[in-house]
């Protein structure tokens, strides 16, 4: 089975918060995706063209800014890579073309469904919001449009207890393009929580003169990252956490 790197996420951010308010969990998982700075990941790519079908195992080194995707199957195109900046595709291989032809009018290449279902993820807006169980697994279904792209809709399954994206598609007018099987998602970097801004305290002497023991700012939950060691960052154990078991199985279910 192959090992998958993994992030988890608190459960509370798809139940309730603390004192019966509650939490809107696709604005969250959007404030958590947006805090990605680096991350590698492996996926299988199904292209639905005119006149066939094409399948491509593709592993991004992703940014914000910038992206290298390198194909890693089928055989004949292995170890082309590809990369993705500011819209624009570059390969680093002359006279090899991995989009041999356009599939409808949406200009996305399949080297570049990675980056731009993150960058949905993280910034898109969220047209279409659901629950619908993959493989056995409950989802959160939620399908994006991004602003520079009208009348395409990325959407993804995201584990409901980790968060992690199961399975993606993109379509254009109705038509699905891309199908996409997560085999691998490993953050590498990530934005520092921003720390929430502290309630108003009533202006009285005693609370204007007396100093906050604890810095009067609390942290917001954040993606647990590699550890040192090649494990998760976060205690596996801390109530509310995915277990390495539980993250490993999101994807071992899926490639079963």
């Not at 490993?186 to 520092?192: I, K, L």
């Not at 100093?211 to 976060?234: I, K, R």
Request: with cysteine.
């Amino acid at each position: 089975m192959r090992k998958a790197m993994l992030f988890a996420l608190m459960l509370t951010l798809l139940l309730t918060a603390c004192g019966g308010e509650e939490k809107d969990p696709v604005g969250e998982l959007q404030r958590q995706y947006a805090a990605v700075t680096a991350a590698t990941m492996e996926a299988d790519i199904t292209c639905h063209y005119d006149e066939e079908d094409r399948a491509y195992t593709l592993l991004c080194a992703y940014t914000p800014e910038s992206s290298t995707v390198t194909v890693l199957a089928p055989a004949n195109l292995a170890g082309i890579s590809a990369t993705v900046s500011g819209g624009e595709l570059k390969l680093t291989y002359e006279d090899i073309s991995l989009d041999a032809g356009s599939c409808s009018a949406a200009a996305v290449s399949p080297v570049a469904a990675l980056p731009r279902l993150m960058a949905a993820a993280a910034s898109g807006y969220p047209a279409e919001t659901g629950e619908e169980d993959v493989d056995g697994r409950k989802g959160l279904r939620v399908a994006f449009d991004l602003a520079d792209e009208e009348g395409t809709l990325y959407a993804t399954w995201f584990d409901q207890e980790t968060l992690l994206p199961l399975r993606s598609e993109i379509s254009a007018g109705g038509k699905v393009l891309y199908e996409v099987a997560w085999k691998r998602f490993e953050v590498t970097g990530q934005a520092p929580a921003e720390p929430e801004a502290p309630e108003a305290q009533p202006e009285t002497p005693d609370a204007q003169s007396a100093p906050q023991e604890d810095g009067g700012a609390a942290q917001t939950p954040a993606l647990a990252s590699e550890g040192e060691d090649g494990g998760s960052a976060a205690n596996p154990t801390e109530p509310g956490m995915a277990s390495p078991a539980d993250e490993a199985a999101a994807y071992a279910t899926a490639e079963e």
